[in-house]
């Protein structure tokens, strides 16, 4: 099985860690203000307690899926499947279902087309693209991979504008 990392970009990365600082700054409030206030001297102890479980729950639930974000994000190729993690999100696909496979140059996305019509933009990093479509080519040898370049595309418009003129 070969596994290739999801690659953030850098604001998206920026994100993340601002949100498990909020975390934890969040974490610590409560606690401040958990150790500060005294439940037992409202008039109804419930609501406080409900108040608190709430702002511990949130900031938890936040920590965890944002680590799973940074732990958990990768593209994994095995004999028969191709296997998406988005963090806690998982996504299974039939390598033979896989069409085509396309490198576009002038945008450097390299993208999947299934034989359902859909298809699916691989983010990792470019120097693993080679890697990557050798592992599905080997998965399954009638997938078709081509690439655009920018090359090509620069002489589809000068006929174009030949033709159209």
């Known amino acids: 099985m070969k596994v290739f990392k999801y ?5 998206t990365t920026g ?13 610590a409030i409560n606690i401040y203000s958990l150790v500060t206030s005294d439940i037992m001297s409202a008039q109804n102890p419930v609501y406080p307690i409900i108040q608190h479980a709430l702002f511990f ?13 940074l732990v958990s994000s990768y593209y994994s190729i095995d004999e028969k499947t191709l296997k998406t993690s988005f963090g806690i999100i998982k996504s299974k696909y039939d ?15 390299l993208s ?44 589809d418009d000068n006929e174009k504008d030949n033709k159209r003129k």
């Not at 729950?57 to 974000?69: D, F, G, Q, T, Y």
Request: proline share 1%; with cysteine; charged share 25%.
């Open 15 to 27: 994100f993340i860690y601002a949100g498990l600082a909020l975390c934890v700054a969040g974490l």
């Open 112 to 155: 999947v087309f299934f034989k359902s019509g859909t298809f699916m933009v691989i983010v990792v990093n470019n120097e693993w693209y080679d890697d990557f479509i050798d592992a599905l080519c080997k998965a399954n040898s009638e997938i078709e991979f081509s690439i655009k370049s920018k090359e090509h595309d620069d002489k």
């Open 7 to 11: 690659k953030f970009s850098k604001l």
């Open 57 to 69: 729950l949130i900031p938890i639930i936040l920590l965890v899926i944002l680590i799973s974000l």
């Open 95 to 109: 390598i033979t279902e896989i069409e085509t496979i396309i490198l576009d140059r002038t945008t450097d996305k």
